[in-house]
């Protein structure tokens, strides 16, 4: 069964810190995708990254970066030099053809850039 | 280009009432999927539409729930007999085509508050 794995529900970080969400993820099927999302205060999800599972490749964009690991099921999503801005809750998603490219999200992990 | 239009944004009802929430997809979109996010969890898929059609609802309890996506307006979740635990947030997401990794784009959602 497809299932995603937010295991930090919170977490607060200051101002320019670095900040790491983890997501795992299981599937059984070889073919797959993965998001991230993101929900400011004002409840909208935001769509931020895709990737499919073929392609393991890491992206930077901006101050964000996405490390993909199939060998350990993860989809780790890292913020650098964090700003107040980027106080949101953050999703990471699965979606999987086989089930009618339903999208499985993880439980979210709320962050909390403190100025 | 406005994006997924949801609502109302909040919806109050007594047990036993009916709610019906509103859900105008991105411009070209015509698929339309709902997801309820209960309180401490993640986003759960319910139903799945295109114009006119329900392709996917097995998300979508048995009872007292409905959905539709007619030819002309809006996409309508609409419950009937609400119970307190329908109280969650119900999302609304749109998407150009339906294939593999296919992004979704979300409203904001409307809170639905059941006393």
């Known amino acids: 069964a497809q299932k995603v794995t937010q295991a930090q529900t919170e977490i607060s970080v200051v101002e320019k810190e670095d900040v790491t969400l983890d997501c795992v993820y299981e599937t059984r099927d070889t073919t797959y995708y993965l998001f991230w999302y993101k929900q400011p205060p004002s409840g909208e999800l935001v769509f931020l990254i895709r990737r499919n599972s073929f392609d393991e490749q890491n992206e930077i964009s901006g101050r964000y970066s996405w490390n993909f690991q199939k060998s350990t099921s993860s989809f780790n999503f890292t913020i650098t030099a964090s700003q107040v801005v980027d106080s949101a809750v953050y999703f990471c998603a699965l979606s999987d053809p086989n089930t009618g490219n339903q999208f499985y999200f993880g439980t979210g992990t709320s962050l909390t850039v403190i100025p | 280009n406005a994006g997924v239009m949801q609502n109302p944004r909040h919806l109050v009802r007594r047990r036993g009432q009916e709610a019906r929430l509103r859900c105008s997809p991105m411009k070209g979109h015509s698929h339309v999927y709902w997801y309820r996010q209960l309180p401490e969890e993640g986003l759960k898929f319910m139903v799945y539409l295109q114009k006119e059609n329900i392709i996917d609802e097995s998300g979508m309890p048995k009872e007292r729930f409905s959905a539709e996506f007619p030819k002309e307006g809006p996409s309508i979740l609409r419950i009937q007999q609400v119970v307190r635990g329908d109280s969650a947030a119900y999302f609304c997401?749109?998407?150009?085509?339906?294939?593999?990794?296919?992004?979704?784009?979300f409203g904001s959602g409307t809170q639905l508050s059941v006393l």
């Open positions: 997401a749109s998407s150009l085509r339906q294939g593999e990794g296919e992004k979704l784009f």
